[in-house]
């Protein structure tokens, strides 16, 4: 089983739409990071979150941490093309390996133009 | 900052054959890295922690034995996948931990593409 249940698993939407992106669990982070990586690159970090609540904006993405730090969202407004690519929750938690990250299954983003 | 490389970027070996794999870290010591493997279309899969000057841990189901991991300095660590054969072909992507104030962070190399003919 899965410790962060990431989804949806695939999205393919017109450019211009809106989408949203879930990871949640029944467990506690102590921080919580989304990746994005392209075909044949590695993860490239986006944004961490690290207090219950928090929210984060990087241009049209908007990262949200819950309240009780078990879940999190990530928000596109306006996807266009160059969003295409896999996105990958990754939460960390107290008492793991410092900085072991436990990962969702990741939701494969696809943009139409 | 944060930035991590790997080489070789891609590989082809014969079966039976050892393949080293190197993990940089260029812009910050990383006294924790780690190592995964990701099929086409999948999320990554932990294999080992590897630890500056220690022994690396191993993730269940992964052979020590066969997926050797050395971190000889606080910039390198390697992965060796001895006697290759064609199911351990994959994509070996490596991570450098990096501490911030009240967290660490995973900053990804580029990946390495392995085919064992």
């Known amino acids: 089983t899965q410790l962060l249940e990431q989804s949806p698993q695939f999205l393919s939407i017109q450019e211009g739409e809106n989408l949203t992106v879930y990871c949640n669990s029944s467990?506690?982070?102590?921080?919580l990071q989304w990746y994005r990586q392209e075909p044949g690159e590695g993860p490239v970090l986006l944004v961490t979150?690290?207090?219950?609540?928090e929210v984060k904006k990087l241009k049209r993405l908007t990262f949200q941490f819950g309240d009780a730090r078990k879940d999190s969202s990530l928000h596109i407004t306006a996807a266009q093309p160059g969003d295409t690519g896999l996105y990958l929750c990754?939460?960390?938690?107290?008492?793991?390996?410092?900085?072991?990250?436990?990962f969702g299954r990741g939701t494969q983003l696809t943009v139409w133009p | 900052g944060a930035v991590v490389s790997q080489h070789p970027s891609w590989v082809i070996c014969k079966s039976g054959t050892s393949v080293k794999i190197e993990c940089r870290s260029l812009?910050?010591?990383?006294?924790?890295m780690f190592w995964y493997r990701q099929f086409p279309k999948q999320s990554l899969m932990l294999m080992a922690t590897?630890?500056?000057?220690?022994?690396?841990?191993?993730e269940q189901g992964v052979e020590k034995d066969k997926f050797l991991i050395n971190h000889a300095s606080l910039t390198l660590s390697t992965l060796t996948v001895t006697s290759a054969h064609p199911e351990d072909s994959s994509f070996y992507i490596c991570?450098?931990?990096?501490?911030?104030?009240?967290?660490?962070?995973?900053?990804f190399g580029p990946g390495t593409r392995l085919t064992v003919t």
């Open positions: 467990s506690v982070f102590s921080s």
């Open positions: 990754a939460g960390a938690r107290r008492g793991s390996t410092l900085g072991r990250l436990y």
């Open positions: 991570s450098a931990a990096q501490p911030r104030d009240t967290h660490y962070e995973q900053y």
């Open positions: 979150v690290v207090t219950g609540g």
């Open positions: 812009d910050f010591q990383a006294t924790t």
């Open positions: 590897s630890n500056e000057g220690s022994k690396a841990t191993y």
